[in-house]
């Protein structure tokens, strides 16, 4: 039997009208202390919870109680923010 033809399909190229802009070219890269700011706020939270749980409970701040892991825990989850801000 003969073998059919192969056929190349053409490489779509919409108009430039419709072509959207570049977003990584028109994105800002972020500021430098930026992963210093996020860095900063995973160990000031793990320090926090480690100096509460080696204390038993007097320090950070003893009138908190457990209100201190919130604190803790916070200043983790808010570097999770602040690292999405990352580019």
Do not use: C, D, H
Request: cysteine-free; overall charge positive.
């Amino acid at each position: 039997m003969p073998k059919s033809q192969i056929r190349k399909k053409k490489v779509y190229t919409p108009p430039a009208e419709v072509r959207p802009a570049s977003e990584a070219a028109s994105r800002k890269p972020s500021p430098p202390w930026l992963p210093v700011l996020g860095v900063g706020m995973i160990i000031f939270g793990i320090l926090w919870l480690v100096v509460f749980y080696l204390s038993a409970g007097q320090y950070p701040v003893a009138a908190w109680g457990y209100w201190n892991l919130v604190v803790g825990f916070t200043a983790m989850v808010g570097s999770l923010a602040v690292f999405s801000r990352w580019r």
